[in-house]
């Protein structure tokens, strides 16, 4: 209501489970959604209620060899390519990473797609790579390239998703995430919890790389409020 937006009736769905079907049509009929079943995507993120595959990396990989396939790289100098690389290449996954675990065969193919694109492999004269890639990856101040392994960016993004889910603990996810996993745990204790908390996929990845959180991190009562802060060093 505030930013003026209605719901789009056709790209909005409705899920059911162990619902009588009277009940999903009534439902159905007043929300104007369609009713779907899983398996299904969300903003290109599956939606399951089974383990996921392997396949559910092939969109992202083949975007990333139809980029490859497309580019007139041969035109380009090894900077041209390094810019295409950061802007493009790196860019296409992180919003699949962000929300999965990937496989260690796929965080492999995702980098040696960049490699390959970097040094020029594909074109009529072969090409070796010069450097090292976890160099390469290395800031510009530490005679890197600035550019983002896609193992460590895994890693990485796994301990983000836990800071914010403390940071942000009134947000409507961040409620379901405490409602579900965390209703035996007082807020002042997020930050310390341990065990075998299993869930969904997303919740999954911040649950098993939260150590980082754990290690740089600490809580101060503010205002008579709890407040997270990362360790400056």
């Given at each position: ?84 690389t950061k802007a493009v290449l790196q860019t296409i996954p992180i919003y699949m990473l962000l929300a999965l675990v990937a496989p260690t065969g796929v965080l492999q193919k995702i980098r040696n797609i960049q ?119």
């Amino acid at each position: 209501m505030a930013a003026g937006t209605e719901v789009s009736l056709t790209k909005s769905k409705v899920f059911f489970f162990n619902t009588d079907i009277s009940i999903q049509r009534n439902l159905s009929r007043i929300l104007s959604f369609q009713r779907d079943h899983l398996p299904s995507n969300y903003l290109g993120i599956p939606l399951t209620d089974k383990p996921l595959s392997k396949d559910v990396w092939e969109s992202v990989i083949n975007n990333l060899k139809d980029k490859f396939s497309k580019w007139t790289i041969k035109s380009l100098n090894l900077a041209g390519k390094l810019v295409l690389t950061k802007a493009v290449l790196q860019t296409i996954p992180i919003y699949m990473l962000l929300a999965l675990v990937a496989p260690t065969g796929v965080l492999q193919k995702i980098r040696n797609i960049q490699r390959d694109i970097l040094w020029g492999k594909g074109e009529e004269k072969m090409k070796w790579a010069l450097v090292a890639w976890d160099k390469l990856c290395k800031p510009k101040t530490h005679d890197g390239l600035g550019l983002h392994d896609s193992n460590i960016l895994s890693k990485v993004l796994g301990p983000k998703l836990w800071w914010r889910w403390l940071k942000e603990i009134r947000n409507p996810w961040a409620k379901l995430w405490k409602q579900k996993y965390a209703m035996d745990w007082q807020e002042t204790d997020h930050i310390t919890m341990a065990g075998h908390i299993r869930g969904s996929q997303i919740w999954n990845k911040a649950w098993e790389n939260r150590a980082l959180v754990q290690k740089h991190s600490f809580s101060k009562i503010r205002n008579g409020k709890l407040a997270w802060f990362w360790e400056d060093n």
